[in-house]
């Protein structure tokens, strides 16, 4: 440590242009997991959110609700089946929202209508004003995005298309589908703005898109045996059905990947440059008498101090980035990822030092008696 | 039988260089006492720096026996050997050898971190050793802000740091003016007649050896004592 710390503070600018190097390598890893976490969040939030376990769709939808047509009735059939702890329904249509007076256009808004059944389990908490009632069919539940776009309790709009006019009760947070706003509503209020052309409902009985079950120990093959024409996956499964959520987030992870993979690369030749320089000291502290043990650990214990100052600094940028951010774009740190890609950079950094170290190990002490006549 | 210095027996070092088998030192058998200052001459080529490297447990011979201060080092594994470095031999190398981001003061004291922790014993020896070697003004300074001559001052009291029983010095006037390379010469000389040590320069400056007590020249690998010292 201590001939690390000092030749860290002899040779400033070089340790300086090194670290920022790995201060833009951590930065950009955590943005772009803050940007994966979230495009993610905005494209499942409604479906992470919710307190289901498992998702029950028409056989062939492929998990997917927009393909996905089901009868009502086999809520009450599902809960008989052993595991099955609550069943509930659940549909999703897309609009606009078209704000009562003034200018339609611009006042459209693209919403995501979830139906779902009032007092369910599939209710979010109200964060604001009155969940939803049974009694008030044309009350619904918002996110709380609506509110940037100038919407209060108490508003009434339209769905675009549609003559009913619905009025927000109250906000939900963190309620989104497909990127945008998800609206709750009454599932018997949902089905006659998504049925209302005559036939669109297949012939089914209180037609919905999907129903959630409750119940940790349920078998999805014996519910398919029981109910043929139906498709039961884990609520996991359903996030990835939803379109465009699985190529989404694979495009991010895939950039992390490389990411990281690039900045083994990177920060190891870095690194290898660096103690190459120095070989021929290192040879010298070996004539007289250094071990490698010793020149090793100045090594690892100089990257480390180096990455970990550096990664520090990325994740202060990080948040300082996080906080000029415009409010539309989709970003979000967990904690939790933030210390777990700390802690892969610093892992990556110090394997790629130990390459060093190797070399360290293979230099001849011999090499300090070269001449120079 | 306990011998104090530097003894070497019959020391051979061969090469394979290809077919050929070179042959880099040639039972070469040499004595160097406590307080005993020598010199080994002899044009480039000739195998003073293995002989140097064996003496300094920095090779090991293909044949014969190495001993320092009574200990047979011939036939050690590496470990054991940079412990031996450590503790046994003090090197004086050419100037600028030294490590470019360390201050006077720790360039000394980090020979003692090698084997462990640094005490205030050790901080007042070092601090001895640069008075001693008119080198108490400069203590916090750098290698770049320290001439030729003042280097192989520091190089010199690193020798000495860890009181070891043999000090090798590799041309150690080898980028400097006479005027210094007399003054860095007769320092050498004075620390090994005060503290005892057995030293051994090797050198092709013939304008130096007045300050050895003998002077032994290499040729071919082989070692034999030289004539009274050349004067320059």
């Known amino acids: 440590m201590f001939l690390a710390l000092k030749e860290i503070r002899h040779s400033k600018t070089r340790f300086v242009m090194i670290g920022i190097i790995l201060v833009l390598i951590s930065w950009l890893v955590f943005i772009l997991s803050g940007l994966g976490n979230g495009l993610a969040a905005l494209a499942a939030s409604t479906f992470k959110n919710m307190d289901a376990d498992y998702v029950v769709f028409e056989k062939g939808s492929k998990a997917s609700m927009g393909k996905s047509l089901l009868s009502g009735e086999l809520t009450a059939r599902l809960t008989e089946i052993p595991g099955v702890e609550a069943a509930s329904p659940m549909g999703i249509i897309f609009g606009s929202a078209v704000r009562e007076s003034g200018d339609p256009e611009e006042f459209k808004l693209d919403i995501a209508l979830v139906g779902i059944e009032p007092g369910s389990f599939l209710e979010p908490d109200v964060a604001e004003g009155a969940g939803l009632d049974a009694g008030s069919p044309t009350h619904v539940l918002a996110n709380e995005s609506l509110k940037d776009e100038g919407f209060r309790i108490g508003d009434t709009f339209v769905l675009d298309g549609t003559t009913e006019e619905l009025t927000i009760a109250g906000f939900v947070r963190d309620q989104t589908y497909n990127h945008i706003a998800s609206v709750f509503i009454p599932i018997e209020t949902w089905r006659k703005l998504a049925f209302a052309a005559p036939g669109s409902d297949k012939g089914l009985k209180d037609p919905v898109n999907a129903i959630m079950l409750q119940g940790k120990d349920i078998d999805p093959n014996a519910i398919n045996e029981r109910l043929p024409g139906t498709e039961t996956v884990t609520r996991g499964q359903a996030v990835q059905g939803i379109s465009g959520y699985k190529e989404e987030t694979g495009t991010i992870f895939m950039m992390l990947g490389f990411l990281f993979v690039i900045s083994a690369f990177i920060v190891g030749v870095f690194f290898y440059v660096l103690t190459m320089q120095k070989s021929n000291q290192f040879g010298i502290m070996k004539a007289i008498g250094a071990k490698n043990g010793f020149l090793g650990k100045a090594v690892i214990s100089q990257v480390f101090v180096l990455s970990l100052a550096s990664i520090l600094v990325g994740i202060l940028l990080t948040y300082g980035t996080a906080a000029v951010l415009p409010k539309g774009m989709p970003f979000r740190l967990e904690t939790s990822w933030v210390i777990a890609y700390s802690l892969i950079l610093l892992a990556i950094s110090l394997a790629s030092a130990l390459i060093s170290v190797r070399t360290v190990v293979k230099i001849d002490p011999l090499k300090a008696l070269g001449r120079v006549e | ?232």
């Open chain 2, 1 to 232: 039988m306990m011998t104090h210095g530097l003894e070497m027996q019959s020391v051979s070092k061969f090469y394979d260089a290809g077919s050929e088998r070179v042959t880099a030192l040639d039972r070469v058998s040499i004595r160097v006492e406590p307080g005993e200052f020598v010199a080994v001459v002899g044009p480039s080529g000739s195998g003073k720096t293995t002989f140097l490297s064996i003496a300094g447990a920095l090779l090991k011979p293909t044949e014969g026996a190495v001993f320092l201060n009574g200990k047979n080092i011939s036939a050690l594994p590496d470990k054991q050997l940079s412990d031996i470095r450590l503790r046994e031999v003090g090197f004086i190398m050419q100037a600028s050898n030294l490590v470019p981001y360390l201050n006077v003061l720790e360039q000394l004291l980090v020979v003692k971190r090698m084997s462990g922790k640094v005490t205030p014993a050790d901080k007042a020896f070092a601090a001895e050793l640069l008075a001693e070697l008119g080198l108490a003004e400069r203590m916090k300074r750098y290698p770049e802000e320290l001439s030729g001559g003042e280097k192989q001052r520091v190089a010199i009291a690193r020798a000495l740091m860890n009181d070891p029983g043999v000090i090798l010095a590799d041309e150690p006037t080898a980028s400097l003016d006479t005027k210094r390379a007399h003054e860095v010469v007769s320092l050498i000389a004075r620390a090994v007649k005060t503290r005892r040590k057995a030293a051994v320069m090797v050198t092709h400056d013939e304008r130096l050896l007045s300050y050895c007590d003998k002077v032994y020249r290499m040729e071919d690998g082989r070692l034999s004592l030289a004539d009274p010292a050349p004067v320059a």
